[in-house]
């Protein structure tokens, strides 16, 4: 069973407005945490946003948030003010520790292909 | 900054060619990963390594074998390439749970993108 989904394989947003990008994801552990990469085309990787299972407050930054709801084990992204710089894949991952000795191990979801139209 | 650097961002080899993916990182981060990535499959994780010499097998680590002799330095092998290996190889370092950070986040060079003919 896939522990991270992204059920969008590909997403349009016209610049300057917002995009949610879904993120749901399957653990049993009480404390993981999860995490939000933007991939441009150029093939980096770029850390966006991360949440704490136990962090109350939705993280943001900058232009980007997390929209956590624990319960419903989703994470979804929110990009405000779509810009065409945000044209990229975006992938969301999950922090595990299999072995319960601190060893993190980060599980990714099969990505959002995000296109910004002007 | 963090820097990962991997050792070529293209490669191009033959079929039954030993190839060499090497990863070095200049933060002292303990842990080392290498995944796989192709499209529609996000990406997965091949090996990983939480100190020097040791290694772990990741989820798909069937044709691949990695070395960790300095804590900076992760290689990933590929004993005898085959067509199915054709991918982008990306290579991430972070720091143990004790360590500086504690949230997991990896650090990733810039991919090596290997052709296998």
């Known amino acids: 069973a896939q522990k991270i989904t992204q059920t969008q394989p590909g997403m349009f947003v016209q610049e300057k407005e917002a995009v949610t990008l879904d993120c749901t994801y399957d653990t049993s552990d009480q404390s993981y945490g999860l995490f939000w990469y933007k991939q441009p085309s150029s093939g980096e990787m770029i850390f966006l946003i991360y949440q704490g299972s136990y962090d109350e407050q939705n993280a943001t930054e900058g232009r980007y948030s997390l929209n956590f709801q624990k319960a419903r084990k989703s994470a979804n992204l929110v990009i405000s003010a779509s810009q065409l710089g945000d044209s990229a894949m975006y992938f969301c991952?999950?922090?595990?520790?299999?072995?319960?000795?601190?060893?993190?191990?980060?599980?990714f979801g099969k990505g959002t292909k995000l296109s910004v139209i002007p | 900054d963090v820097k990962v650097t991997q050792s070529s961002r293209y490669l191009v080899k033959r079929t039954g060619e030993k190839v060499f993916l090497e990863c070095v990182q200049d933060?002292?981060?303990?842990?080392m990963f290498w995944y796989r990535q192709d499209p529609g499959l996000g990406l997965r994780l091949i090996y990983f390594s939480y100190d020097v010499k040791m290694k772990e097998k990741g989820d798909i680590p069937e044709g691949y074998s990695v070395s960790r002799e300095k804590k900076e330095r992760f290689s990933l092998i590929l004993e005898s390439a085959s067509t199915n290996q054709t991918s982008m190889y990306l290579c991430?370092?972070?720091?143990?749970?004790?360590?500086?950070?504690?949230?997991?986040?990896?650090?990733f060079g810039e991919g090596s993108r290997l052709t296998v003919l």
């Open positions: 991430a370092s972070s720091f143990s749970r004790g360590g500086h950070s504690n949230t997991g986040e990896l650090f």
């Open positions: 933060m002292d981060h303990e842990n």
């Open positions: 991952a999950m922090r595990e520790d299999p072995s319960g000795a601190g060893s993190y191990q980060l599980t």
